[in-house]
C-alpha cells in the first residue's frame, strides 16, 4: 500500500484567524501521535478571508482512516468549530499520485457567481422565449392556457439548453471567468 495525503481547506471565521490557526496546529501535533502519521503542515491565507490548507501525509489510507475516527480527532474537530462556521472541503491522494501528476494539486475551477449565471441564462430564455410565443401562441390560441405552457415550455427547455445555452455559455465565457 502507498502513502496517502489528505489536504483540506477550511476557512476561520472573520476575527478568528489566529485562534483558528493555534487550534489546526494543535490538532496536527495530536495527529503526529497517531499510527501511520509521516507528515503535516498548515499553509496560513496569503490574505485576509482566504482558507487555511492543511497538509496530512499517513502511511495508509487505514491509518488516516483510523486518526479521523478517533476521540482525539473528533475532540479537535468539535474545538475548531468554534471558530469556523465553514464546512471543511476533504481532498484524498495516492501521494505518488501528487508527486507526479502535472494537475495532482489542482483545485477545481471556481463556479461563476450566480448572478452572473442567471443572466447569461436569462439572454438565451428571453429571445427564445419570446420566439416561440410570438410564433406558436397564435397557433394555440383555442387551447387552455396551462396547456399553451406546458407546450411552450417543452420545446423552450430543450431548445436552450442543446441549442442555445452551449454558445452562450462559450461566448460569455470571459463574463463569467471575472
Same mark, same amino acid.
Given at each position: 500500500?502507498?502513502?496517502?495525503?489528505?489536504?483540506?481547506?477550511?476557512?476561520?471565521?472573520?476575527?478568528?484567524?489566529?485562534?483558528?490557526?493555534?487550534?489546526?496546529?494543535?490538532?496536527?501535533?495530536?495527529?503526529?501521535?497517531?499510527?501511520?502519521?509521516?507528515?503535516?503542515?498548515?499553509?496560513?491565507?496569503?490574505?485576509?478571508?482566504?482558507?487555511?490548507?492543511?497538509?496530512?501525509?499517513?502511511?495508509?489510507?487505514?491509518?488516516?482512516?483510523?486518526?479521523?475516527?478517533?476521540?482525539?480527532?473528533?475532540?479537535?474537530?468539535?474545538?475548531?468549530?468554534? =471558530?469556523?462556521?465553514?464546512? +471543511?472541503?476533504?481532498?484524498?491522494?495516492?501521494?505518488?499520485?501528487?508527486? %507526479?501528476? *502535472? #494537475?495532482? &494539486?489542482?483545485?477545481?475551477?471556481?463556479?461563476?457567481?450566480?448572478?452572473?449565471?442567471?443572466?447569461?441564462?436569462?439572454?438565451?430564455?428571453?429571445?427564445?422565449?419570446?420566439?416561440? =410565443?410570438?410564433?406558436?401562441? +397564435?397557433?394555440?390560441?383555442?387551447?387552455?392556457?396551462?396547456?399553451?405552457? %406546458?407546450? *411552450? #415550455?417543452? &420545446?423552450?427547455?430543450?431548445?436552450?439548453?442543446?441549442?442555445?445555452?452551449?454558445?452562450?455559455?462559450?461566448?460569455?465565457?470571459?463574463?463569467?471567468?471575472?
Amino acid at each position: 500500500m502507498s502513502q496517502v495525503t489528505r489536504i483540506v481547506h477550511r476557512r476561520a471565521n472573520v476575527g478568528y484567524e489566529t485562534q483558528y490557526e493555534e487550534l489546526a496546529r494543535g490538532m496536527l501535533e495530536a495527529s503526529s501521535k497517531s499510527k501511520g502519521y509521516r507528515f503535516s503542515t498548515l499553509i496560513p491565507p496569503r490574505v485576509e478571508g482566504e482558507e487555511f490548507h492543511i497538509v496530512q501525509v499517513f502511511a495508509t489510507q487505514a491509518d488516516l482512516d483510523e486518526w479521523r475516527q478517533s476521540d482525539v480527532s473528533h475532540e479537535w474537530h468539535e474545538r475548531l468549530k468554534q =471558530v469556523s462556521d465553514h464546512q +471543511p472541503e476533504y481532498r484524498i491522494f495516492n501521494t505518488e499520485d501528487l508527486w %507526479f501528476s *502535472a #494537475t495532482g &494539486l489542482a483545485l477545481p475551477p471556481k463556479p461563476p457567481a450566480r448572478w452572473r449565471m442567471a443572466f447569461v441564462i436569462w439572454m438565451g430564455i428571453f429571445p427564445t422565449a419570446s420566439f416561440y =410565443v410570438y410564433f406558436l401562441f +397564435p397557433w394555440l390560441a383555442d387551447i387552455p392556457f396551462l396547456l399553451k405552457m %406546458f407546450i *411552450a #415550455t417543452v &420545446l423552450i427547455v430543450p431548445t436552450m439548453y442543446f441549442g442555445i445555452l452551449p454558445h452562450l455559455l462559450r461566448w460569455m465565457s470571459w463574463f463569467l471567468k471575472r
